[in-house]
């Protein structure tokens, strides 16, 4: 009797009763700042819970209280989320930056070290550079091909191993499509362990997820997604979402609830509605940007091609790849011959492709790195990891594959 259903035939129904909602089929707009209690007993118990006074009894679920804690339209997307990553649970947010900052701010305290992966994406970049050492908070970059001993070399030698207290990884690394492997970084933190200092990972998972890669499995603390890309997969919402173990989870919601940057109703609900499509439009992103690597991998106008699905079968990340991804995804980024001249012609040709940052949306999507998403990073460190005038990333959408293959064609003609 007792049958498994997969994430995508549950993404419709699961969590939501009917029932509660007049019989409506799918979940409504919950628009409501604050919910009616049955008696003041009931209202003073939902409290209790609320603020961690006492434990929920068994069966006794949180209670609606006020859209800044929970709101219905939240917790089901939230419920729904945890399926595909296999989390305890989740918490959604009105940016993916707030996800990723308030992870940050809640583990992170005066003094201690933070590790983290490079390139990341701009914002989280931006935030540990620029923000976090205000609050006297160290932070060491690393890059693909260190994650082992050279590692954990660094963290000793900066004489701050005693503090390291998170790592921060993000794989496959936006736009290089370099990889990381999680495990041997999470080696490496178990190394910094101790009795009252747990070393945490958390995974910003927005390029392969929730459908490719699945760091919690791979021993992750944390998942970390802006939900603004494949989750929300139409250029129409901009969200974040954080999952991991409960106990993790819990310290999460409740700084997420005293920031107050917990995602709306409405967020919540187009969230709902885009998870139904999840699976196939991340299926047929990745059918077509096997075939658009493919084509641009043997195109004599562009040099090479970084796409997981072309990773050199003889090389380290051939491996990680293998232990770590489902698919390669539908990230494909290129260079071009020549420089960004002969980018931004490439670009501006394009007919069907919008010229546009973002990604992981029903459109395909290209732009030129180096000038626009990671215009912030240091030029001779975006140079050493490959972020240069050619690199063109492009994102790819659920169009027809030959449409596609044919916008490119007849831009790179005009180059
Ligand atoms: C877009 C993006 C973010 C930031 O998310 P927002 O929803 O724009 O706040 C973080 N990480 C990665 C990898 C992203 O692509």
Known sequence: MDHKFKPESLMMTYGYKPELSEGAIKCPIFQTSTFAFKTAEEGKAFFEVAYGKRDKLPNEELGLIYS???????????????????????????????????????????????????????????????????????????TSGQEGDELEKMIRDSGKADKLA?????????????????????????????????????????????LWQHPLQLGADFVMYSATKYIGGHSDVIAGAVLGRKDLMVRIKTLRTFLGNMAGPNTGWLLMRSLETLKVRMERQQQNAIKVAGFLNAHPKVES???LGLIDKNSPAYKIYKRQYSGPGAMVSFDIAG???????????????KLAVSLGSTESLAQHPVTMTHTGVDPDHARKMGITEKLIRVSIGVEDSDDIIWDIEQALSKV
């Open 68 to 142: 800044r804690i929970n709101n219905p339209d939240l917790e089901i997307l939230e419920n729904r989320l945890c399926l595909w990553d296999k989390a305890d649970d989740c918490a959604v947010f009105e940016s993916g930056m707030a996800a990723i900052s308030t992870v940050l701010l809640e583990f992170l305290k005066p003094g201690d070290l933070l590790v983290y992966s490079t390139p990341l994406y701009g914002g989280t970049d931006h935030f540990i550079q620029h923000f976090l050492p205000k609050f006297g908070i160290e932070t060491l970059g690393f």
């Open 166 to 210: 998170m790592m921060i990884l993000e794989t496959p690394a936006n736009p290089t499509n370099h990889l990381i492997d999680i495990e041997s970084c999470r080696a490496v933190a178990n190394k910094f362990n101790t009795s009252d200092n747990e070393v945490l990972i958390a995974v910003d998972n927005t390029y392969m997820g929730p």
């Open 305 to 307: 091609v970084h796409y």
């Open 339 to 353: 420089g960004e001249k002969e980018a931004f012609k490439f670009l501006n040709s394009l007919k069907l492709i």
